[in-house]
C-alpha cells in the first residue's frame, strides 16, 4: 500500500513540476540572443574541442518549436551569465504521455528506454544518442517535414553522423544508391529494417535483424509483388530460402546458419549482376566458403533460390513432376489392388455362409 | 506335431515330422530368427527415418512442427535421422552378406526372384478378382505382391542410402558434383522417402495388419511360423511341397 502511495505522489510531483515548467514565465529570447544570436559564438571545452554556442533565431523560428521560448527546453538556465554549464535538454520535460501542453508522444517513447541507445545513454555512454540527436535541436521539425532530420530520405545520413561506416556501405549498395540518386522510396532506409525508438542489438534475440528474423525484415519488401513487380525481381525468394535447409533450420531457432544477410550482404547489399556483389557467380565459391570450407565453383551451378514447383528450376522441376505422378500413380494402383482384393474377400465369405457361388 | 523351430534349417523346404499325419493346426517355420531380426532392425529404422526426415519435409505442417520441437529441434532431428540411417545402413550390408554367403539366406533370396509366373499370377488375379474368371492363382512361398514389397524396399533402400550419403556429407559432394545434383538429390530423397512411407503404410499395412484374414495382426513376423491352414490358403504350391516332403518321409 505504501509503495502505491508513493507511486502516486511521485507521479502527481511529477504531473506538477511537467506543468509549472511548460507554463513558466518564458525568458524573452532577445535576452539570450545578445549572446547566441552571434554566429561567432562559441566556447572550447576542457578536451580543447570548439563547440559553437550559435543559435540561428530562424532555424528556431522555423522549427516546430517556434513558439516555445529558450528557457522552456534549457530550463535550468536560471541566470545570466551561466555559472554553471547548462545541461543537455531534457525533451520528456513536455513529451510525455497525457502532457497538458499537447507536445506529441507516443508509447514508441518507452521503447527507446530499452533500446540499445536508450541502456547505452543510461549506463552513462556520452555519445549514446538522446532523442535531439536524432530529430534535431534548434531545427526540429516533424518528420513529413523534407527539411527534418529524420524525414525518411534524410535518415541515413542523420544515423550515418555516428555510424559512419556504415553509411558508407548503405550509399554504395543497390538500396543506398537508388534512394540518394534517385529519391526512390520504396528502398528501405536504416529504420525500415531496425526500426525507430526500439532499435536493439543485432545480437539482441529481440531485434528485428536478429538472424532468425532477417528473412522476416527482408520480406516486408521481398515477398511483395506489389513492390519487386516494379523492378522485374522475383518476390519468391524468401518463400524458397524459407523451404531451404537454411531457412527451416532458422526457423527452428538456428542462430548459425545463413540468412538473407549472410550471403547478400547487409549494408553493402549490391545486384547479383555487379561484379562487387557477393553473390556475383565469380564471388559465390568465397562467400560460400565462410561456412562452407573448401567452397568451389559448383556452387554457383544451378539455381540458388530453386523452387521445385516452378519450370524454372530446370531438371529439379521434371524430377519432382515426374516423382509426384509416380507417386499418385502407384497410389492408385495400389489402392485399387486393395479394393479389388477385399471386393473377392467379401465374395469368398458370401459363398462360405451360404455355401453357393456367386451367381 | 509342428516342425521344431529351427533356424539352421529355415529357408530350406519346411520339414514336418515323420510319421504324422498332417493336420490345419500344425505349422511350419516361415521365418528365421535370424530373418525376423533383420525385419524388426529394417522397420525400426524406418520407421525413425520417415518420421524424422518427413517432418523436414513438411516442416510447415504443424504437426511436423511438434515433432521436430519433441526432437530437441533441427539440429538433434538431423541426428536421430542420421543413426538410424547408419542401422539401416549396418542392416542392409548385413543382408547383402546374408544372401550371397549364407545358404538359408541364399535359398530364401532365389524364392523372391520376380519370374514370368508373377506376371501371370498378377494377371490372373486381377481376372479373379473383376469376375472375369473362376480360377484363383497359386502362389509358391512368396507371391507376386510379397516379391513386389522386396524389390521395392531394394531398390528403395538402395536409392535412399545412396542419395543420403550425398546430402550428408553435401560440402564434400559439392566438391565433385554441380548445386543443380544436390538440389535433384534432395528431391529424389524427399519423394522416393514419401513412396515408400506410403507403399508401407498403406499397402504393407493392409497386408499384414488391416487384411481381414490377418486382423489385427500376422503374427509370423514375431513367431516366424505359419499354419498349414494359412499355408493352404496362400502359398498352395509351397503346402504341396510340404505334404510331399512329408509323404516321402513316411
Known amino acids: ?359 | 506335431m509342428p516342425s521344431k523351430e529351427n533356424d539352421a534349417a529355415a529357408g530350406q523346404a519346411p520339414s514336418v515330422a515323420v510319421g504324422k499325419s498332417l493336420n490345419d493346426e500344425m505349422e511350419i517355420t516361415r521365418f528365421s530368427l535370424n530373418f525376423r531380426i533383420q525385419h524388426i532392425v529394417l522397420f525400426t529404422s524406418l520407421i525413425v527415418l520417415g518420421i524424422t526426415g518427413l517432418s523436414l519435409m513438411f516442416h510447415d505442417n504443424w504437426l511436423a512442427t511438434l515433432i521436430i520441437r519433441l526432437e530437441g529441434g533441427v539440429e538433434i532431428r538431423g541426428l536421430i535421422h542420421r543413426v538410424a540411417a547408419v542401422v539401416l545402413i549396418a542392416g542392409s550390408l548385413y543382408h547383402v552378406f546374408y544372401v550371397m554367403f549364407t545358404e538359408a539366406g541364399h535359398t530364401e533370396f532365389m524364392k523372391l526372384k520376380p519370374g514370368r509366373k508373377d506376371f501371370s499370377d498378377f494377371r490372373q488375379a486381377l481376372k479373379f478378382d473383376l469376375g472375369l474368371s473362376d480360377k484363383e492363382p497359386v502362389f509358391e512361398k512368396f507371391d507376386y505382391v510379397q516379391k513386389f514389397q522386396y524389390g521395392g524396399v531394394v531398390v528403395g533402400v538402395a536409392t535412399m542410402i545412396f542419395s543420403g550419403f550425398i546430402l550428408w556429407f553435401e560440402t564434400p559432394s559439392m566438391a565433385v558434383v554441380p548445386k543443380w545434383v544436390i538440389d535433384v538429390t534432395l528431391i529424389v530423397h524427399g519423394y522416393e522417402g514419401l513412396l515408400a512411407f506410403l507403399i508401407l503404410f498403406l499397402w504393407h499395412q493392409y497386408n499384414v495388419h488391416l487384411n481381414p484374414t490377418v486382423f489385427p495382426m500376422d503374427r509370423a513376423w514375431l513367431t516366424g511360423r505359419i499354419s498349414l491352414k494359412d499355408l493352404k490358403e496362400k502359398h498352395y504350391l509351397e503346402y504341396e511341397e510340404v505334404v510331399r516332403k512329408s509323404q516321402d518321409n513316411e
Open chain 1, 1 to 359: 500500500m505504501s509503495r502505491f502511495i508513493l507511486q502516486f505522489c511521485a507521479v502527481a510531483l511529477f504531473v506538477f513540476a511537467g506543468v509549472t515548467v511548460c507554463y513558466a514565465q518564458p525568458v524573452d529570447l532577445q535576452k539570450c540572443t545578445i549572446c547566441h544570436g552571434k554566429p561567432g559564438h562559441k566556447r572550447i571545452d576542457d578536451s580543447g574541442h570548439v563547440q559553437s554556442l550559435f543559435v540561428d533565431e530562424k532555424i528556431l523560428k522555423g522549427s516546430v518549436h517556434a513558439v516555445r521560448a529558450c528557457t522552456d527546453c534549457h530550463a535550468d538556465v536560471t541566470e545570466i551569465p551561466h555559472r554553471v554549464l547548462p545541461k543537455k535538454v531534457n525533451c520528456t520535460r513536455c513529451h510525455y504521455l497525457g502532457n497538458p501542453v499537447g507536445a506529441p508522444q507516443d508509447v514508441d517513447y518507452q521503447a527507446y528506454l530499452k533500446s540499445v541507445h536508450g541502456r547505452a545513454a543510461a549506463n552513462g555512454k556520452k555519445d549514446a544518442p538522446w532523442c535531439q540527436d536524432c530529430h534535431g535541436n534548434h531545427n526540429i521539425k516533424a518528420h513529413t517535414n523534407p527539411g527534418s532530420n529524420i524525414f525518411r530520405d534524410s535518415i541515413p545520413k542523420t544515423c550515418g553522423r555516428c555510424h559512419v561506416d556504415i553509411y558508407a556501405q548503405y550509399r554504395e549498395s543497390v538500396h543506398g544508391e537508388a534512394l540518394i540518386a534517385k529519391g526512390n522510396q520504396d528502398v528501405p532506409v536504416c529504420t525500415s529494417c531496425h526500426g525507430e525508438h526500439n532499435i536493439l542489438a543485432p545480437t539482441d534475440p529481440g531485434s528485428t535483424v536478429y538472424p532468425s528474423h532477417v528473412a522476416e525484415a527482408c520480406s516486408h519488401c521481398h515477398a511483395a509483388e506489389t513492390i519487386m513487380g516494379k523492378y522485374g525481381i522475383e518476390s519468391e525468394q524468401v518463400a524458397t530460402y524459407d523451404e531451404s535447409f537454411h531457412g527451416i533450420a532458422g526457423k527452428f531457432g538456428s542462430a548459425t546458419v545463413a540468412n538473407c544477410a549472410s550471403c547478400h550482404g547487409v549494408h553493402d547489399i549490391r545486384r547479383p549482376n555487379d561484379p562487387k556483389s557477393s553473390v556475383y557467380i565469380d564471388n559465390i565459391p568465397k562467400t560460400c566458403g565462410r561456412c562452407h570450407e573448401g567452397a568451389n565453383i559448383n556452387y554457383a551451378k544451378g539455381k540458388i533460390h530453386v523452387d521445385a514447383k516452378k519450370k524454372e528450376a530446370g531438371i529439379v522441376y521434371y524430377v519432382a513432376f515426374a516423382f509426384k505422378w509416380l507417386t499418385i500413380l502407384t497410389m492408385i494402383g495400389l489402392i485399387a489392388h486393395i479394393m479389388l482384393d477385399l471386393n473377392k474377400k467379401a465374395k469368398n465369405s458370401r459363398q462360405r455362409k451360404t455355401g453357393q457361388p456367386d451367381a
